[in-house]
C-alpha cells in the first residue's frame, strides 16, 4: 500500500515560517490535503486538493506539491498553530483508497 | 451547520463486538453524493482509515480489517453503524466519524470521536 512519511516534529520561534513535509512515491501525481489536529480535538482541514483553503482557515496556511514531496507552509506562525498535522492522499491503487501520513508535531518556541 | 458525533461503549472486553453509531445533522445521507467513514487513532499514533460508505451498495474496508468490520447506514435516522469483531487490546483508540462528499477525496468536516478501551 502507498505510504507517506512525515518527519516526527518541527520546532519554530512565533512570527517564524513552518514547514512540514509529507514524502511519498510521485506523490505529485496525486491530491494532497492537510489536517490539523489540537490535543484532545478532532483534525480539522485547513488545506485540500494540494493548496486550496476551506473558509475560515487563514492564508497563513498554503500547501504546494512537486515530485515526491508535498508541503504545508504556516507564515506567520503563532501559539494557536501548535497542533498535530497530518497529510492524506487518496490511493486508487490498492485496496487502502484513503491513506494518512505518520504525522507531525509542530511546537511553537 | 454539518455536524457528526458518534457514540457508543466507551469499554469492551477482548473478544467482543464493537457497534459504533455516527449521528449526523446539516446534510442528508439520502444524498448520494454524502459520504461516510470511519477513522481511528491509537493513543499517539498516526490517523488509520477504517470503512466508508456511500450509498446501500457502494461500501469499502481496509483490506488488514476487512474480515472484522461492516458498515450500514440508517438514512431516516441519519446514522451510520459500524461494527468491528473480536475486539483485541490494539483496537485501543480514539474512533471518528467524517464526511466525504462523492467526487473529492478528502474528509470536510470530523466529528468530535470516541475513546475505545479495550480490557477484561
Known amino acids: 500500500s502507498y505510504v507517506l512519511t512525515q518527519p516526527p516534529s518541527v520546532s519554530v520561534a512565533p512570527g517564524q515560517t513552518a514547514r512540514i513535509t509529507c514524502g511519498g512515491n510521485?506523490?505529485?501525481?496525486?491530491?494532497v490535503h492537510w489536517y490539523q489536529q489540537k490535543p484532545g480535538q478532532a483534525p480539522v482541514l485547513v488545506v485540500y486538493?494540494?493548496?486550496d483553503r476551506p473558509s475560515g482557515i487563514p492564508e497563513r496556511f498554503s500547501g504546494s506539491n512537486s515530485g515526491n514531496t508535498a508541503t504545508l507552509t504556516i507564515s506567520r506562525v503563532e501559539a494557536g498553530d501548535e497542533a498535530d498535522y497530518h497529510c492524506?492522499?487518496?490511493?486508487?491503487?490498492?485496496?487502502?483508497?484513503?491513506?494518512f501520513g505518520t504525522g507531525t508535531k509542530v511546537t511553537v518556541l | 451547520q454539518v455536524t457528526l458525533k458518534e457514540s457508543g461503549p466507551v469499554l469492551v472486553k477482548p473478544t467482543e463486538t464493537l457497534t459504533l453509531t455516527c449521528t449526523v445533522s446539516?446534510?442528508?445521507?439520502?444524498?448520494?453524493?454524502?459520504?461516510v467513514s470511519w477513522i481511528r487513532q491509537p493513543p499517539g499514533k498516526a490517523l488509520e482509515w477504517l470503512a466508508h460508505?456511500?450509498?446501500?451498495?457502494?461500501?469499502s474496508y481496509s483490506p488488514s480489517l476487512k474480515s472484522r468490520l461492516t458498515i450500514s447506514k440508517d438514512t431516516s435516522k441519519s446514522q451510520v453503524v459500524l461494527t468491528m469483531t473480536n475486539m483485541e487490546a490494539v483496537d485501543i483508540g480514539t474512533y471518528y466519524c467524517?464526511?466525504?462528499?462523492?467526487?473529492?477525496?478528502?474528509?470536510?468536516?470530523w466529528g468530535q470521536g470516541t475513546l475505545v478501551t479495550v480490557s477484561s
Open positions: 492524506q492522499v487518496w490511493d486508487s491503487s490498492s485496496g487502502h483508497p484513503y491513506v
Open positions: 460508505i456511500l450509498s446501500i451498495d457502494e461500501k
Open positions: 486538493d494540494d493548496s
Open positions: 467524517a464526511r466525504i462528499i462523492d467526487g473529492y477525496d478528502h474528509f470536510d468536516y
Open positions: 510521485n506523490i505529485e501525481s496525486k491530491s
Open positions: 446539516g446534510f442528508s445521507l439520502s444524498n448520494v453524493r454524502m459520504g
